[in-house]
Structure formats: C-alpha cells, structure tokens
C-alpha cells in the first residue's frame, strides 16, 4: 500500500524559506512521477512542481525560479525548497505520486502560512 507523508510546513515570514518533505513507503518514487500541489482557502488545488521518472521537472510559472523540487532516491524521498516565499504562497501542500498505470496517491498535506 503506497503512503506519502509530508512534512516541513510551517509559518514563515515573507522572504524566508521552507523545504517541504514527501517521504513515500510501499512504492519506489523514481519509477513514478512525483508533484507538489497546493490549495489555498477558497481556491482549487494547483500543481506547483513535479518531476518525473527521468528527473525532468517542471514549475508552475509562479513559483519558478524560487522554488525546486529534488528528490533522494536512496530515502525515498521527494523535496520542495522554497525561497523568498511571498503571502500568495500561503496553502496546504500536497504530494502526489502517479503511477505508471495513471493511479494517483495523495498525502496528507502540510500547512505553509507565510505573513506578510
């Protein structure tokens, strides 16, 4: 059974950083395509980073060139470094894992509060 478990969430002021954890069990990541999501109050879940099998990655527009997503085969492990963090990145973030068959698996989620 595939389980994401984020971490790394938390409340920052403007201009600081945050580095977001996705630690998955029960799958092998760099066999999948693995994508941070957020949803802010009111406002549907968006993509904002994701990479591939092949380690190709890709921003939504507001985030690139602040944010990047890596991953560490040997833990597991899928990141989101985020630098000079701006209110409008406030959101609960989301890993998602989708297979190579097209099954998607959610995390739970983790809270980024950034004050301005």
């Known amino acids: 059974q595939v389980q994401l478990v984020e971490s790394g969430g938390g409340l920052v002021q403007a201009g600081e950083s945050l580095r977001l954890s996705c630690a998955a069990s029960g799958s092998i990541i760099r066999y999948n395509i693995m994508g941070w999501y957020r949803q802010a109050p009111g406002k549907q879940r968006e993509l904002v980073a994701a990479?591939?099998?092949?380690?190709?990655?890709n921003y939504a527009d507001s985030v690139k060139g602040r944010f990047t997503i890596s991953r560490d085969n040997a833990k597991n492990t899928v990141y989101l470094q985020m630098n000079g963090l701006k209110p409008e990145d406030t959101a609960d973030y989301y890993c998602?894992?989708?297979?190579?068959?097209?099954?998607?698996?959610w995390g739970q989620g983790t809270q980024v509060t950034v004050s301005s």
């Open positions: 998602k894992q989708t297979t190579g068959r097209g099954t998607d698996y």
């Open positions: 990479i591939g099998g092949g380690g190709i990655t």
